[in-house]
């Protein structure tokens, strides 16, 4: 296998011409060099430079195949460059991709933690998978992903986390509803309302659905959507009540709507930023967790 230091010895000297300089800038002895150069010759079975004349001064001329090795073992060292180029952009942040799984419920709570990391790393690539947490987690599990925001409960066994918010679910009702002045409403007292749902691929939708059945009745789904304002619209049009957690029920207009706290059970919408143990982390990937640990104030990440 050829030797990186004996091409960079080739090339110096082909560049340099002369035997001092190549000597002088690559810190070795001339008879070094010389001695690398007839190894090379060896190793490659050719000629590389032009024999001088007898008694004439020891000139830097190439033999036709020397030109043509010369070409190639620029490039390898190029390559070599490049190598070591890409490694040090790679740690410096100046390249790379952010793999990251976000629910379309729980997406608004990283806006502003995803401005401040494009603001401070602007060269590394955002790229978003968009599903519910149980597609996010599989993700994860497949190596697809960087990190994702999962909902709890979830494997502590298998995934490292940081805390991002924990709201209970709040029953929306219109505003004039017989039951907007409650102080709470306990789940089996739903049991024949119509709800308004998440996708069937969404953690929560299969925390509510158990939750039911433990009560002992499986709710009459009117719809089922990822978008919550959808929800709300349609609580708004009396289609049916729906569960969101307090995070999205305080944006809503309180004249329009009243949203009562669930109990018996409670439920906890609960999420985390979470990725998967046992597997280096990136540059890119260790900046996002710092900068998810600075925007909720939690327990100092362990990568």
């Known amino acids: 296998m050829l030797s990186l230091k004996s091409l960079q010895c080739f090339v110096t000297l082909v560049k340099t011409k002369s035997f001092t300089r190549t000597a002088e800038d690559l810190c070795l002895t001339q008879p070094t060099i010389s001695k690398t150069l007839q190894q090379l010759e060896q190793q490659l079975q050719v000629q590389l430079f032009v024999k001088p004349e007898y008694g004439r001064k020891r000139q830097v001329e190439l033999t036709e195949i020397g030109q043509r090795v010369y070409q190639h073992a620029v490039g390898l060292l190029q390559a070599e460059q490049n190598i070591f180029l890409e490694i040090e952009n790679y740690q410096q942040l100046k390249t790379g991709t952010l793999k990251l799984g976000v629910p379309p419920l729980g997406s608004q709570l990283l806006t502003t933690a995803l401005f401040d990391y494009h603001q401070q790393w602007p060269d590394i690539e955002l790229s978003f998978l968009e599903v519910g947490s149980k597609g996010i987690e599989q993700a994860l599990l ?23 918010c924990d709201y209970p679910l709040m029953v929306l009702l219109r505003r004039d509803a017989a039951w907007s002045t409650r102080k709470k409403i306990n789940l089996e007292e739903l049991q024949h309302q119509s709800f308004l749902m998440f996708p069937e691929n969404f953690s929560l939708n299969s925390i509510i659905l158990d939750a039911c059945q433990q009560y002992g009745f499986y709710p009459s789904i009117a719809c089922r959507t990822s978008q919550w304002n959808l929800l709300a619209d349609m609580v708004l049009q009396r289609m049916g009540i729906a569960l969101l957690p307090r995070y999205y029920t305080d944006m809503l207009d309180p004249n ?48």
Do not use: Y
């Open 142 to 164: 497949n190596n697809e992903l960087d990190v994702g925001v999962l909902l709890q409960p979830f494997d502590r066994q298998t995934f490292n986390s940081i805390e991002l």
């Open 256 to 303: 329009l709507f009243a949203a009562i706290p669930l109990e018996k059970p409670n439920i906890q919408w609960h999420l985390v930023m979470a990725w998967k143990q046992n597997l280096p982390i990136s540059p890119a990937v260790q900046a996002w967790l710092e900068v998810i640990h600075q925007h909720f104030q939690t327990i100092q990440p362990r990568f």
